[in-house]
């Protein structure tokens, strides 16, 4: 630990594997929940909360011996493999069926109990540890806190750019665990000593419970199946599963293909029957289940482009489905982000074909777009078809789902001047530049002169699913909705109805809930807002640090996720771009707090820094629509002014009398914990990100008041 003061080396650690338990049970808890982004809110909530709590409950016990830190290191290295196999085994411990769904109540129970043994320890670590670095509260409490961002800044990298694409869940929990039980030992006084024995001796214990480990959780995960192949990739999880005469792909423990399933494959034909006679198709996603196969039926095709952004999807269809995948000439895959490709590509289509699901997350949100809809519409060749299918039941359409088929209609229409919607149990949303021939008889025809030879959507079937009165009856459902909002990449709102739609399938108090939060006026809440801000802001005015501790730890939770969604939105999901943000938000707190104790900022800085925090949402959305660079470069800026604040804020927290040491932290934790749960489920999704950075201008307006009204601390 020649690299890093007293204690330093142990705090680096604490925020290197704090980062890496994040990104690996954040997988984890998608994939146990169906790739339901809500966990993610779910999991951060609840991690910073456990966190918090540590880290307050560190600072009340008082100085603890090396034993006592070696102890927590234990358990930290005890509680990710723990955490792991809790994730793996909450749906057995609540006892659903594969397949079921399950609800937001779920999701926070199995997060709650996965994440409480590492994350308490993490935070109690945290605390303890600062005193290592000896010296008076507050510079100890800031250096702890310089030292953990930039653990944290490497472990965002080591484990986006290495350990995830390379290494199975439980492999990265035994390297973790590794270095875990390593700083245990060094702080009883083996590792000098003893170095190589016990780092031989760790690892030869580690590795093969982590490959059995591996394997055993992931078949009982799959109960009711056999478990064929298991991949991980940097995009998700991916398995392959056989049972009652099938095979299935599942991504994100969702079954996203079926061999065979001629019904679900032959779907695509609705998208190409509506084109008099398509010469180029672009299937974008949903590829796996035969569709493909489907496509190069049609007579006169020359050219289909197949784009799935994760290369293994294709991959593992081929080595395991070898009928999905065909061996054609004409067709062309790309491992590439559809949206992505689809701005790259100077070539156009007769009809482009959306096969990923709706706008179940934040990232699938950007195909379902007005700025998505208008680059497809670039790439249309005259009298093209762009299409898209929603789940539904065969004949009965919830409110829920007639907002959200009405949200993207709307979304359509503003891009397209036909569109047509046909329903069934998946309802297609066709829409052109020109009329669509998209009537039973029209279709039926146009299958027997291509001689098309399908099971389900054949010329017996289609007469009775598209009847004019069905069709109507589709048409008015979705037009009593008709005042849904346009759906866009900086107001994602398909994004919070497809939340709504989910939540209705279990709870519809709780669907209430959400619609109600929903119809709430812009306005009214920006201003309770601020009034509710003031009166706190009032009430701590002589000592304002904690209030600006907690509005700043709200923010900076609320930039990262406007800046990993808004670079999603706006430039494509590009995996690596990603990881080196994330790592660019925590090499910013990193400096901007060892900048902060380098120049021994005063605590009376702490009114000017929490006016930038103001300032820096509002900078951010205008930074978001100027490119890749930009974002870039605002992730790091974020960070250092968060990273500056909380060396200032120390100071003035710890001024005059002694304080709780981990409870500036944990207040901090607080309000990144209420920020976790708002902003990438209600804030941004509702209100888009304008009002959204509008709002996080409002939280902080009072506490840069209070700062600046209160009394004046002189430096130290």
């Given at each position: 630990?020649?690299?890093?003061?007293?204690?330093?080396?142990?705090?680096?650690?604490?925020?290197?594997?704090?980062?890496?338990?994040?990104?690996?049970?954040?997988?984890?808890?998608?994939?146990?929940?169906?790739?339901?982004?809500?966990?993610?809110?779910?999991?951060?909530?609840?991690?910073?909360?456990?966190?918090?709590?540590?880290?307050?409950?560190?600072?009340?016990?008082?100085?603890?011996?090396?034993?006592?830190?070696?102890?927590?290191?234990?358990?930290?290295?005890?509680?990710?493999?723990?955490?792991?196999?809790?994730?793996?085994?909450?749906?057995?411990?609540?006892?659903?069926?594969?397949?079921?769904?399950?609800?937001?109540?779920?999701?926070?129970?199995?997060?709650?109990?996965?994440?409480?043994?590492?994350?308490?320890?993490?935070?109690?670590?945290?605390?303890?540890?600062?005193?290592?670095?000896?010296?008076?509260?507050?510079?100890?409490?800031?250096?702890?806190?310089?030292?953990?961002?930039?653990?944290?800044?490497?472990?965002?990298?080591?484990?986006?750019?290495?350990?995830?694409?390379?290494?199975?869940?439980?492999?990265?929990?035994?390297i973790v665990a590794w270095l875990?039980?390593?700083?245990?030992?060094?702080?009883?006084?083996?590792?000098?000593?003893?170095?190589?024995?016990?780092?031989?001796?760790l690892a030869a214990a580690l590795?093969?419970?982590?490959?059995?480990?591996?394997?055993?959780?992931?078949?009982?995960?799959?109960?009711?199946?056999?478990?064929?192949?298991?991949?991980?990739?940097?995009?998700?999880?991916?398995?392959?599963?056989?049972?009652?005469?099938?095979?299935?792909?599942?991504?994100?423990?969702?079954?996203?293909?079926?061999?065979?399933?001629?019904?679900?494959?032959?779907?695509?034909?609705?998208?190409?029957?509506?084109?008099?006679?398509?010469?180029?198709?672009?299937?974008?996603?949903?590829?796996?289940?035969?569709?493909?196969?489907?496509?190069?039926?049609?007579?006169?095709?020359?050219?289909?482009?197949?784009?799935?952004?994760?290369?293994?999807?294709?991959?593992?269809?081929?080595?395991?489905?070898?009928?999905?995948?065909?061996?054609?000439?004409?067709?062309?895959?790309?491992?590439?982000?559809?949206?992505?490709?689809?701005?790259?590509?100077?070539?156009?289509?007769?009809?482009?074909?959306?096969?990923?699901?709706?706008?179940?997350?934040?990232?699938?949100?950007?195909?379902?777009?007005?700025?998505?809809?208008?680059?497809?519409?670039?790439?249309?060749?005259?009298g093209g078809v762009f299409a898209?299918?929603?789940?539904?039941?065969?004949?009965?359409?919830?409110?829920?789902?007639?907002?959200?088929?009405?949200?993207?209609?709307?979304?359509?229409?503003?891009?397209?001047?036909?569109?047509?919607?046909?329903?069934?149990?998946?309802?297609?949303?066709?829409?052109?530049?020109?009329?669509?021939?998209?009537?039973?008889?029209?279709?039926?025809?146009?299958?027997?002169?291509?001689?098309?030879?399908?099971?389900?959507?054949?010329?017996?079937?289609?007469?009775?699913?598209?009847?004019?009165?069905?069709?109507?009856?589709?048409?008015?459902?979705?037009?009593?909705?008709?005042?849904?909002?346009?759906?866009?990449?900086?107001?994602?709102?398909?994004?919070?109805?497809?939340?709504?739609?989910?939540?209705?399938?279990?709870?519809?108090?709780?669907?209430?809930?959400?619609?109600?939060?929903?119809?709430?006026?812009?306005?009214?809440?920006?201003?309770?807002?601020?009034?509710?801000?003031?009166?706190?802001?009032?009430?701590?005015?002589?000592?304002?640090?904690?209030?600006?501790?907690?509005?700043?730890?709200?923010?900076?939770?609320?930039?990262?996720?406007?800046?990993?969604?808004?670079?999603?939105?706006?430039?494509?999901?590009?995996?690596?771009?990603?990881?080196?943000?994330?790592?660019?938000?925590?090499?910013?707190?990193?400096?901007?707090?060892?900048?902060?104790?380098?120049?021994?900022?005063?605590?009376?800085?702490?009114?000017?820094?929490?006016?930038?925090?103001?300032?820096?949402?509002?900078?951010?959305?205008?930074?978001?629509?100027?490119?890749?660079?930009?974002?870039?470069?605002?992730?790091?800026?974020?960070?250092?002014?968060?990273?500056?604040?909380?060396?200032?804020?120390?100071?003035?927290?710890?001024?005059?009398?002694?304080?709780?040491?981990?409870?500036?932290?944990?207040?901090?934790?607080?309000?990144?914990?209420?920020?976790?749960?708002?902003?990438?489920?209600?804030?941004?999704?509702?209100?888009?990100?304008?009002?959204?950075?509008?709002?996080?201008?409002?939280?902080?307006?009072?506490?840069?008041?209070?700062?600046?009204?209160?009394?004046?601390?002189?430096?130290?």
């Amino acid at each position: 630990m020649w690299w890093a003061p007293k204690g330093g080396a142990y705090l680096f650690l604490i925020g290197f594997t704090s980062v890496v338990v994040q990104v690996v049970l954040m997988r984890e808890l998608m994939v146990a929940f169906q790739g339901n982004e809500l966990s993610l809110g779910a999991m951060l909530a609840c991690w910073l909360l456990w966190t918090a709590l540590g880290s307050a409950a560190a600072g009340k016990l008082g100085q603890p011996g090396r034993p006592q830190l070696a102890a927590a290191f234990a358990l930290a290295a005890a509680g990710f493999p723990l955490a792991i196999l809790l994730a793996r085994e909450s749906r057995a411990l609540l006892e659903s069926a594969r397949g079921e769904v399950l609800g937001f109540g779920p999701m926070l129970l199995t997060s709650c109990a996965a994440l409480a043994l590492f994350a308490t320890a993490s935070g109690w670590l945290f605390a303890a540890g600062s005193r290592l670095l000896g010296g008076d509260a507050a510079r100890s409490t800031s250096s702890a806190y310089l030292w953990e961002a930039a653990g944290a800044a490497a472990g965002g990298l080591a484990a986006s750019l290495a350990l995830v694409p390379f290494a199975s869940p439980f492999a990265i929990a035994a390297i973790v665990a590794w270095l875990d039980l390593l700083a245990a030992a060094s702080l009883l006084g083996m590792w000098l000593r003893h170095r190589v024995a016990v780092a031989l001796l760790l690892a030869a214990a580690l590795v093969p419970a982590a490959r059995y480990a591996e394997g055993h959780t992931l078949e009982r995960f799959w109960r009711g199946f056999r478990l064929v192949a298991a991949r991980n990739t940097p995009y998700g999880n991916l398995a392959v599963v056989e049972g009652e005469g099938s095979r299935s792909l599942a991504e994100n423990g969702l079954l996203i293909a079926t061999i065979p399933d001629r019904a679900a494959a032959e779907e695509v034909h609705f998208a190409l029957l509506a084109h008099a006679a398509p010469r180029t198709v672009l299937l974008v996603g949903g590829g796996a289940n035969g569709s493909l196969t489907q496509v190069l039926k049609h007579p006169g095709l020359t050219r289909l482009d197949y784009a799935e952004l994760d290369p293994a999807i294709p991959e593992m269809a081929v080595a395991f489905f070898p009928s999905a995948i065909p061996h054609d000439p004409r067709l062309k895959i790309h491992a590439l982000d559809g949206r992505l490709y689809l701005k790259r590509t100077p070539d156009r289509f007769d009809a482009i074909v959306i096969g990923l699901p709706g706008p179940q997350t934040a990232q699938l949100n950007r195909f379902y777009t007005i700025e998505f809809f208008r680059e497809a519409r670039r790439h249309l060749n005259p009298g093209g078809v762009f299409a898209m299918g929603f789940a539904a039941s065969e004949n009965y359409i919830s409110p829920e789902l007639a907002r959200l088929l009405a949200s993207i209609e709307q979304t359509l229409q503003a891009v397209f001047p036909r569109v047509v919607a046909l329903p069934g149990e998946t309802i297609h949303l066709l829409a052109s530049g020109e009329p669509i021939a998209a009537d039973a008889g029209t279709l039926v025809r146009r299958l027997s002169e291509r001689g098309i030879e399908t099971g389900y959507v054949s010329r017996h079937f289609l007469p009775f699913r598209i009847t004019p009165e069905r069709v109507s009856a589709l048409a008015e459902r979705i037009g009593a909705a008709s005042d849904a909002p346009v759906n866009r990449d900086l107001a994602p709102v398909a994004y919070y109805f497809n939340t709504t739609l989910w939540s209705a399938r279990f709870n519809r108090g709780q669907t209430a809930l959400f619609q109600a939060l929903a119809r709430l006026p812009f306005p009214a809440l920006a201003a309770s807002t601020a009034v509710l801000m003031i009166l706190v802001a009032a009430g701590m005015r002589r000592r304002p640090a904690g209030l600006c501790i907690g509005a700043m730890g709200f923010t900076m939770i609320g930039l990262e996720i406007m800046l990993l969604v808004g670079f999603q939105a706006m430039h494509g999901y590009v995996y690596r771009e990603v990881a080196v943000l994330i790592a660019g938000f925590m090499a910013g707190m990193a400096l901007g707090s060892w900048l902060a104790l380098r120049a021994a900022m005063p605590a009376r800085w702490l009114a000017e820094l929490q006016a930038a925090a103001a300032v820096a949402p509002l900078a951010v959305y205008g930074l978001l629509q100027l490119g890749a660079a930009a974002i870039a470069l605002a992730a790091i800026g974020c960070g250092f002014v968060g990273g500056c604040q909380f060396p200032v804020a120390s100071a003035a927290w710890f001024e005059g009398r002694p304080r709780n040491r981990g409870g500036l932290y944990a207040i901090d934790l607080a309000g990144s914990c209420l920020g976790a749960l708002l902003f990438g489920a209600y804030l941004i999704p509702v209100f888009g990100f304008l009002r959204t950075a509008v709002l996080m201008s409002v939280v902080n307006a009072a506490p840069a008041a209070a700062a600046a009204l209160g009394p004046r601390i002189p430096a130290r």
